[in-house]
């Protein structure tokens, strides 16, 4: 029983800045990835950015010098801090989380309900 809570969407003009932050609630799970993925009208859901429990990163290549994603284990929560925003980064923000309980066993995943950003001009 896992749930995924996202905040920080909104309205922000090109060039400009927003945070989003997630936090998960319920069973975490020591072992596991938080990320962001996101979602603009008639287009596939794709990632944006990623974090291990060990703070390994990976990022779109489209965000990649923009973006900073980073997390806080005692408080399971991620966050996306995005600067130099273009109208291309217009779109709905998941928070996802994968986790198993140890090495030996299977994986479960978690979405969160989505946020707005919305970049203007």
């Known amino acids: 029983q896992v749930q995924l809570v996202e905040s920080g969407g909104g309205l922000v003009q090109a060039g400009g800045s927003l945070r989003l932050s997630c936090v998960a609630s319920?069973?975490?799970?020591?072992?596991?990835?938080m990320g962001w993925y996101r979602q603009a009208p008639g287009k596939q859901r794709e990632l944006v950015a990623v974090i291990t429990s060990g703070g390994s990163t990976n990022y779109a290549d489209s965000v990649k010098g923009r973006f900073t994603i980073s997390r806080d284990n005692a408080k399971n929560t991620v966050s996306l801090q995005m600067s130099s925003l273009k109208s291309e980064d217009t779109a709905v923000y998941y928070c996802?989380?994968?986790?198993?309980?140890?090495?030996?066993?299977?994986?479960?995943?978690?979405w969160g309900q989505g946020t707005q950003v919305t970049v203007s001009s």
């Open positions: 319920g069973s975490i799970f020591s072992i596991n990835v």
């Open positions: 996802k989380l994968v986790q198993r309980r140890n090495m030996l066993s299977g994986e479960y995943t978690y």
